[in-house]
């Protein structure tokens, strides 16, 4: 369902899409947008359920979430239809990208929901310490929604939920209009896992529908995708002082230094450059390869892309499958063709497969780029590997810098201590070393973009805690007895004062107490 338009029809005040396949270009379905009232009937019985989800020990809701995992390995098959039917990926990109990631995304978080959640008894620092005593509570935020695209149509619908829910909210989701089914699916295994009813719903529909969501009393909006939507939604968000967190796109540079093993940088360039059509927000957008080593890095990834194999019969022999929306292709070709009348280098590929009926862009390497051509400042989210030569790693580092991205990058060097001092020096969320950006799956890391490539951090302990308010309960050890400090007040209370500050601030043994 890679392409919608609207059909100028409308069903009882809804919208209605239609969709069609990126591998036959041929209508696959319909789908109905939801509208302001469906949102807020959605939330309405969304929020009866919560209170019930929310009173439970997360050791409950745990227990209840894992039953996840089997209804994920039973339907692994069916989900990869539904996502390949509706994006044309590569099959193995999405038993990986969306079956694989999302067990390991349940499996993890039930693991460790009831540690990261867990109240905290902090010391109270100082002179506080005496008499107050602290208990951090994660208490849920209610309802959340939840707004994905469609590069990882049932990963990033479900890795946010799993989180929301296990922290003791309840969800409606509003998946991409381009892969409407895949998000349905989120719901549907929620619902055979035996979750409350109401808990996951998913709201299909186009920005119509996200708006509303935005817009309907929800606690807080977990959003993924562009940057121009991320700004509209900020803007909602700010307006109605709801917290949102903005997951958003990215421009990743991969620095290869002299000292790297270039069979595995090569690989690294080809599978970040290529994997999921490119549709990756972390995939590799620009390859800066230091001049030592250049001819014979160009070289080996020309061979390397030249033998990707694409196809439309959908199986797991494919490896670079279709791009899944007729807007992203667009804007693939017209990259391209603008770089190349600035004089860049096609290699090979560099326009649609011509076997292919459907939405086929051809694995492409480029080179003789610069900064002022569209391809190396816009996202572009092809199967495309731009290869820049440099003279060294600092031409390199300042080159990654000047983006206004910041969501990952990837530097090679068989010098692992060199590639962690490297990786520091570029501003962005995160950084791989002598691999491609992996960050979203390592869920004990934060993941989150700088610069226009989003705000706030999602996934691990942090994450869990953003579907969380920390509530602080201090209590005082007096148990209510009046306190010494109180009124009234006089000189001989201030004369203390005074004395006190002057130990802690003056002498030697008041750090004691800092
Ligand atoms: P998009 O912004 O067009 O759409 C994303 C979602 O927002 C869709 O569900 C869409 O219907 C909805 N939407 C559109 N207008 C809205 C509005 N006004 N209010 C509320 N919701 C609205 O993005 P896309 O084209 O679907 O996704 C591709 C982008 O996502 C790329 O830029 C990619 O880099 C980014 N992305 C980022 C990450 C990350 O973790 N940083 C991960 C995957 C994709």
């Keep these: 369902m890679a392409i919608y338009q609207t059909m100028d029809k409308i069903e009882q005040g809804r919208r209605v899409l239609e969709l069609r396949s990126p591998v036959t270009l041929e209508p696959i379905g319909e789908i109905v947008c939801a509208n302001k009232q469906d949102v807020a009937d959605a939330l309405a019985k969304a929020e009866k ?3 019930a989800w929310g009173a439970k020990t997360v050791k409950q809701r745990v227990e209840a979430v ?12 069916a989900i990869v239809d539904t996502v390949v039917r509706e994006t044309g990926k590569a099959r193995t990109d999405a038993l990986l990208m969306e079956i694989y990631a999302s067990c390991d995304s349940v499996s ?4 460790r929901a009831d540690k990261f959640l867990r109240p905290e008894k902090p010391r109270a620092h100082g002179l506080m310490g005496l008499s107050k005593k602290i208990e951090l509570h994660f208490k849920p935020l ?3 929604g939840i707004i994905t695209p469609w590069n990882g149509p049932f ?17 409606l989701l509003k998946p991409s209009e381009v892969t409407p089914e895949s998000g349905r699916w989120l719901q549907t295994v929620c619902e055979k896992a035996g979750l409350p009813e109401g808990l996951v719903q998913v709201l299909v529909g186009d920005g119509e529908t996200g708006a509303a969501l935005v817009e309907s009393a929800v606690e807080k909006i977990a959003f993924t995708g562009s940057v121009a939507t991320g700004q509209r939604i900020a ?3 700010g307006r109605q002082l709801k917290p949102c967190t903005l997951e958003l796109g990215g421009k990743d540079a991969m620095i290869v230094c002299s000292d790297a093993d270039i069979e595995g940088a090569v690989a690294g360039a080809i599978m970040g450059s290529c994997m999921n059509t490119g549709h990756y927000c972390c995939g590799t957008e620009r390859v800066y390869v230091v001049e030592d080593i250049y001819d014979t890095f160009l070289e080996q990834v020309i061979e390397g892309v030249r033998v990707l194999r694409q196809g439309s019969d959908l199986g797991y022999e494919e490896d670079v499958g279709a791009v899944f929306w007729d807007k992203q292709m667009t804007i693939i070709e017209t990259q391209v063709d603008d770089a190349v009348a600035q004089g860049a280098t096609v290699h090979v590929g560099g326009k649609r497969n011509p076997n292919l009926g459907g939405l086929y862009y051809e694995p492409t390497v480029m080179s003789n780029l610069d900064h002022e051509m569209a391809i190396m400042r816009d996202e572009n989210f092809g199967p495309i590997v731009c290869v820049i030569k440099v003279k060294d790693e600092e031409e ?17 060097t068989k010098d692992t201590e060199k590639g962690i001092n490297i990786a520091k020096r570029i501003d962005t969320g995160g950084v791989s070393v002598n691999d491609m950006a992996v960050g979203y799956g390592v869920h004990s890391a934060p993941f989150g973009g700088r610069k226009a490539s989003g705000v706030g951090q999602v996934n691990g302990k942090v994450g869990i805690r953003g579907y969380t308010y920390c509530q602080p309960v201090i209590s005082d050890k007096g148990a209510g007895k009046k306190s010494p400090t109180g009124f009234p007040r006089d000189l001989k209370q201030v004369e203390t004062y005074k004395k006190v500050m002057k130990f802690l601030w003056t002498n030697p043994l008041g750090k004691l107490f800092w």
């Design 108 to 111: 993890y978080y039930c693991r």
């Design 142 to 144: 209610g309802v959340v």
């Design 66 to 77: 894992k039953k996840l995992l089997p209804v994920l390995l039973d339907n692994a098959d």
């Design 235 to 237: 803007e909602s968000c």
């Design 396 to 412: 390199a580092i300042a080159l990654a810098n000047d983006s206004q991205f910041g969501l990952h990058g990837n530097v090679w």
């Design 49 to 51: 359920v919560q209170v």
């Design 155 to 171: 990963i990033l619908a479900l890795n946010p939920t799993i989180q929301a829910i296990l922290a003791g909210n309840a969800v």
